[in-house]
């Protein structure tokens, strides 16, 4: 009983967010039930797990009252409706301090409020301050009451909460076009190009640097809707159209080729991805191109350099030992002679000089001639 009974409060506390003082039906039916049943009080109340809640209510001035000292606790846990017809004459409220006190209440009648799903909200109760008797049909119309009480209620829970709902999605609905226009921006602005397409070759979207892409290569304007293999030159649709079958298979691809013509050719990666759904089946296929041409050429440069730097080492280690090993040898004669050697000697000085100049002069020309290249 003590899980039903918390579960029975977090059931109350939903309900007790309810605005429901001012709610006109309930207010007509509080009115209704004095006039039926000939009354001066009536309240619709939530019973918690301290507090009696009031409502609605009418002929009375109270807000709330404590569990403990509440006529309506003992239909928490009974779907019948409960008559007092003298509290003076009743062990269960005799001492309570609605009897004993300024209310002086005399007569009780209460009917239990049972949502749909079977848990005890509270009650609908009427009251006096003398005693009187209570027919049968009386009981079965606060019963009938009770219920249309607890119609009303669920009707303005459901509303609230359907407004709550819609409230939440229309926020969602704000973030996502929020996201949506980051993403489409982000997408745009993407110097690749992309373009999705699904498994009859159809344009499903693309982005600005693909329709300027078919424009620049093929004169035509990108379409959604489109076939993607009118945006093709003839060269490379049967290689395309591999890439695609094989994607669509679950392969992703990757290919560097050379596309365009004339000044326009240049260096292109090619990707192709399979796109899935929720349930991993393969559903489209994006394909993007961005241009390495740049990416080639400091490639070219880089091996360029690697030649040159290996030619230089090359002339270093191998061309300058000759001419340098010449000089010291004839250095190492100059110093033994006292530094007076012959002509000859300095014949041949001059003559290994001459040769590392020259391949020095080799080095210099090697360096130059790659200046001049790179910067064509």
Not at 105 to 113: E, H, K, S, V, W
Not at 143 to 169: C, D, F, H
Not at 211 to 234: D, L, W
Request: charged share 25%; with cysteine; hydrophobic share 40%.
């Amino acid at each position: 009983m003590k899980f039903l009974e918390e579960e029975r409060l977090q059931i109350v506390q939903q309900y007790e967010q309810l605005k429901l003082d001012n709610n006109k039906e309930l207010n007509d039916l509080v009115a209704l039930a004095i006039e039926i049943f000939d009354v001066p009080m009536c309240i619709i109340s939530f019973m918690d797990a301290d507090e009696q809640l009031i409502k609605c209510k009418a002929g009375i001035n109270i807000t709330e009252s404590s569990r403990e000292n509440s006529f309506c606790k003992h239909l928490i846990n009974t779907k019948r409706v409960i008559i007092i017809p003298d509290t003076l004459t009743d062990e269960r409220v005799l001492n309570n301090t609605t009897v004993t006190g300024h209310l002086a209440i005399r007569f009780y009648a209460g009917a239990p409020l049972i949502t749909i799903s079977g848990h005890h909200l509270g009650s609908l109760c009427v009251l006096d301050k003398i005693p009187r008797l209570f027919s049968n049909k009386q009981k079965d119309m606060l019963a009938i009451l009770s219920r249309q009480v607890i119609s009303i209620i669920e009707l303005q829970m459901g509303l609230t909460l359907i407004k709550a709902r819609n409230s939440e999605l229309t926020l969602q609905k704000k973030k996502t076009a929020i996201a949506d226009r980051k993403l489409r921006a982000f997408f745009n602005s993407s110097a690749s190009c992309h373009a999705l397409i699904n498994k009859g070759l159809k344009v499903l979207d693309f982005n600005n640097a693909m329709a300027v892409f078919t424009k620049r290569f093929y004169h035509k304007n990108i379409e959604v809707g489109k076939n993607i293999t009118s945006f093709i030159t003839p060269s490379y649709k049967e290689e395309f159209m591999t890439h695609i079958e094989n994607a669509f298979e679950g392969k992703r691809i990757n290919k560097e080729i050379l596309m365009g013509d004339g000044k326009d050719t240049g260096w292109w990666n090619i990707t192709f991805k399979p796109i899935r759904d929720e349930k991993g089946n393969i559903i489209n296929v994006a394909t993007s191109a961005t241009n390495i041409n740049d990416k080639k050429q400091q490639l070219v440069q880089i091996k360029a350099q690697n030649k040159l730097l290996f030619e230089i080492a090359y002339i270093q280690s191998h061309e300058y030992r000759k001419p340098v090993a010449s000089i010291l040898g004839l250095m190492n004669v100059i110093k033994e002679s006292n530094y007076r050697s012959g002509k000859k000697c300095f014949i041949l000085m001059e003559k290994a000089v001459k040769d590392l100049d020259d391949k020095i002069r080799n080095v210099v020309n090697l360096i130059s001639n790659y200046a001049v290249n790179a910067l064509k």
